[in-house]
Structure formats: structure tokens, C-alpha cells
């Protein structure tokens, strides 16, 4: 830190002045909403009805169509939590916000053979905010 005129000390914590998340925080906080509100959706349509998705015969990770329609649920309150999160420059917000996005990560990849193109496509943006909050987080 830099010491100011009158005991003043200068920001370096990536805020703005007026409360409001700078650049890159933005840029990586509204991924997290996006991805968070696609989990949701998908939570609320395997709760809903379970024939919406193809249930593939011989899989590992099999779980009934409403048991994987709450951990999608689950997860995308969490993403949309931890978004809001970093979007006000919370200081636990980078760090749930990498751990979030992994497990979001992690489940969609595991929910492939139900709906591929719906969970490729989430996996895709959620690789995209782990990358930015990663690199957020080194630099």
C-alpha cells in the first residue's frame, strides 16, 4: 500500500469508486447469473416431469431424473448466489466463485448423457469463468 496525504491509503481491492464492480469482475460476475439461471432451468424441468430428457441404459452415475433436477437445482442457486456475490465485490466472492463453477463443472459433465448439448454448453461457460476468475486471482 501506498501511504497518502493525511492518512489517506490508496484502493487496490478492484472496485470502483462508487461501489459498483470494476472491468474484469463484471465481466466474469454476469457468466455466473447466465450459468446459474441455465442450472436452474434445467433443475426445475428434471424436478418437474421425467420425461423431459433421454435416460441412457447403462451409466455410472445414474440417478433418478428429479434427483439430478435438485442437484442442478442446488447448484444454480449457489452460482446465482456467488454471482450476486462478485458483482458487489465481495471478498469471499472469487474463491466461491472458482469453487462453484468447478462443481457446476463437474456435475454437468456427469449429466452428458441426458441432455449434451444443454450441459456441453454450460460446461463451456462455466470453463469460461473459471479461466477469468483464475486469472482474476493471479494477477
Same mark, same amino acid.
Given at each position: 500500500?501506498?501511504? +497518502?496525504?493525511?492518512?489517506?491509503?490508496?484502493?487496490?481491492?478492484? /472496485?470502483?469508486?462508487?461501489? /459498483?464492480? !470494476?472491468?474484469? =469482475?463484471?465481466?466474469?460476475?454476469?457468466? $455466473? $447469473?447466465?450459468?446459474? !439461471? =441455465?442450472?436452474?432451468?434445467?433443475?426445475?424441468?428434471?424436478? !418437474?416431469?421425467?420425461?423431459?430428457?433421454?435416460?441412457?441404459?447403462?451409466?455410472?452415475?445414474?440417478?433418478?431424473?428429479?434427483?439430478?433436477?435438485?442437484?442442478?437445482?442446488?447448484?444454480?442457486?449457489? =452460482?446465482?448466489?456467488?454471482?450476486?456475490?462478485?458483482?458487489?465485490?465481495?471478498?469471499? /466472492?472469487? !474463491?466461491?466463485?472458482?469453487?462453484?463453477?468447478?462443481?457446476?463443472?463437474?456435475?454437468?459433465? +456427469?449429466?452428458?448423457?441426458?441432455?449434451? $448439448?444443454?450441459?456441453?454448453?454450460? +460446461?463451456?461457460?462455466? =470453463?469460461?469463468?473459471?479461466?477469468?476468475?483464475?486469472?482474476?486471482?493471479?494477477?
Amino acid at each position: 500500500m501506498v501511504d +497518502m496525504p493525511h492518512g489517506a491509503r490508496q484502493e487496490t481491492g478492484g /472496485g470502483r469508486s462508487d461501489g /459498483g464492480p !470494476a472491468g474484469p =469482475l463484471r465481466y466474469f460476475g454476469v457468466p $455466473l $447469473l447466465v450459468s446459474g !439461471a =441455465l442450472s436452474i432451468l434445467q433443475g426445475i424441468a428434471g424436478i !418437474a416431469t421425467d420425461r423431459l430428457f433421454g435416460a441412457p441404459r447403462h451409466y455410472e452415475y445414474r440417478f433418478d431424473l428429479t434427483s439430478w433436477g435438485w442437484i442442478h437445482l442446488v447448484v444454480g442457486v449457489a =452460482l446465482v448466489v456467488v454471482g450476486v456475490g462478485v458483482l458487489r465485490t465481495m471478498t469471499w /466472492g472469487r !474463491a466461491a466463485a472458482v469453487t462453484t463453477a468447478a462443481i457446476s463443472l463437474i456435475t454437468q459433465f +456427469m449429466f452428458i448423457p441426458y441432455y449434451p $448439448l444443454w450441459s456441453i454448453s454450460v +460446461m463451456a461457460l462455466d =470453463l469460461i469463468i473459471l479461466w477469468g476468475m483464475a486469472r482474476l486471482a493471479v494477477t
